[in-house]
């Protein structure tokens, strides 16, 4: 059996990115979504999950291009005075890892975002990470240690098939390989911790490696060549013009993946192959 999570990253991050989400959620094939509890549209994407419960939520953990919960005296080594992090991954990642001094500064600051998640009232169905920093070893080893603390069960554990990629989209050869091989490795290092817990993750996260082009045609093709069992597919959908989005993510088709993601020609193709949506809780959605 072939099962999909659909899930939109960046959920409170600005309010393109709100509408194009819950627009994907009451129109298209979206299952659930990540929130970023300090993103501009945080508030507003609250109240739009209270307003459509059946979306599940999760968090989009955030310790690199955006902004810290706790304030800057709390960690001043990884913030800014305004309380930005800083906007290389690549550098961010060197950091969190070589510098002993920052670890606890990260957990205090990770514990914080999943207890503002909590602090909605919402369900915390599952955790992922902006640029996916929720894999990074440090980060990781913080998380598993607070996952059973907060509830949480389930987890994106971020690698995908790069022969199946490639057979669908043969751009960037050289740096989707480079992130397969990566993340590879990250998801052997994160598995057995996952599964001594009973976390539960997909068996394949597709999004990584064509990230912000995950257009309509894109789609359709993936879906030839989805594997068994469950596979979530990560999407960031958004509405322009948007300043945020813009900001931070210049290059993204936002616009285009909102329409992959409610396109009919994408449902009918889920529908002929008996692909079935679902959620990490594992409830099922109807083509909307």
């Not at 999570?5 to 094939?29: M, P, Q, V, Y």
């Not at 990470?129 to 998380?143: K, Q, R, Y």
């Not at 790069?162 to 669908?168: F, S």
Request: aromatic share 8%.
């Amino acid at each position: 059996m072939k099962e999909l999570i659909i899930n939109a990253d960046d959920f409170g991050l600005s309010a393109g990115a709100n509408r194009a989400i819950i627009k994907a959620w009451r129109e298209g094939i979206l299952t659930s979504a990540s929130l970023m509890v300090r993103g501009e549209g945080f508030t507003e994407a609250v109240s739009l999950a209270r307003e459509n419960p059946g979306l599940q939520v999760g968090l989009h953990l955030t310790l690199v291009q955006g902004r810290g919960v706790l304030p800057y005296e709390k960690f001043p080594s990884i913030v800014d005075r305004a309380g930005n992090f800083t906007n290389d991954p690549v550098h961010a990642g060197m950091r969190y890892f070589f510098i002993k001094q920052l670890h606890k500064q990260l957990r205090r600051e990770i514990e914080a975002q999943i207890t503002a998640f909590r602090e909605t009232g919402l369900t915390l169905s599952h955790v992922d990470g902006h640029l996916n920093i929720h894999m990074h070893p440090t980060v990781f080893d913080i998380l598993r240690e607070l996952m059973p603390r907060h509830g949480i069960t389930s987890f994106r554990l971020s690698r995908e098939n790069l022969a199946a990629e490639l057979a669908v989209d043969r751009k960037r050869l050289l740096g989707k390989s480079a992130d397969a091989f990566i993340f590879s490795r990250l998801a052997s290092r994160c598995r057995p911790h996952l599964d001594r817990q009973g976390v539960t993750y997909a068996a394949e996260v597709k999004g990584l490696l064509n990230s912000g082009r995950m257009t309509e045609e894109y789609l359709l093709r993936a879906l030839d060549r989805l594997g068994e069992g469950v596979t979530e597919i990560y999407f960031h959908p958004g509405c322009h013009p948007d300043g945020e989005l813009a900001r931070w993510m210049p290059d993204y088709q936002h616009e285009a993946e909102l329409m992959a993601l409610t396109s009919p020609r994408v449902k009918e193709k889920l529908r002929s192959l008996g692909i079935k949506l679902r959620n990490y809780r594992g409830e099922e959605k109807a083509y909307a």
